[in-house]
């Protein structure tokens, strides 16, 4: 077995760092109390907003829950779709294990993103609607490409990393794919 790189080990040692002053934070917080003479005040919300405004907000949620147990079950049966028909994808492939990897990530991620498009669409609508955002669908739509492409990169990265075992934590591959690309740029 090959030896971890001096950047993979020092990678390692940031991230236990990392964790250790994690479960220190943690373990500090869990141990405050909340004062036994703390009283808080009785509010109610019919002091404060109107019987139309509670309303229109009951309203909104309810709509809002309703989008996200749609595209829930949306994702949900597109996963299920895709898992069954995923491994004829897989055997018509002739990219090798790497790039038929990745095109199962990227087609995954796309399938995802389309199917809950139409959510995204009513959802923005509905805070348009009510004065809660004054983005556009072309800004919904273009943002959504760029993270589906941030979030098909980053996979990309992983499935790279793990199919070569002999790059120790990853940094060599990914030092390797900002060097052709910097060559690339020449």
């Keep these: 077995m090959r030896r971890p790189s001096a950047g993979g080990l020092v990678a390692l040692v940031v991230l236990l760092a990392a964790a250790a002053a994690w479960v220190v934070v943690a373990l500090l917080l869990w141990r405050t109390r909340v004062p036994s003479d703390l009283t808080l005040p009785h509010l109610d919300e019919r002091d404060y907003f109107t019987a139309a405004e509670l309303r229109d907000a009951h309203e909104y949620e309810r709509v809002v829950r309703l989008l996200l147990l749609g595209s829930l079950a949306t994702t949900l049966v597109v996963l299920a779709l ?18 038929s990897g990745m095109l199962l990530a990227m087609l995954g991620l796309a399938l995802v993103w389309l199917s809950l498009l139409p959510f995204g669409l009513l959802e923005l609508w509905w805070q348009r609607r009510h004065g ?15 993270a589906l492409g941030g979030e098909f990169v980053g996979l990309s990265l992983a499935i790279l990393t793990e199919q070569n075992p002999s790059h120790a934590y990853g940094i060599e591959t990914i030092r390797g794919i900002a060097q052709r690309l910097l060559r690339g740029l020449d």
């Design 82 to 99: 895709y898992a069954w028909r995923g491994a004829r994808f897989l055997r018509e492939s002739a990219a090798g294990p790497i790039g």
């Design 132 to 146: 809660l955002s004054e983005a556009g669908y072309g800004d919904l739509v273009v943002g959504g490409w760029l």
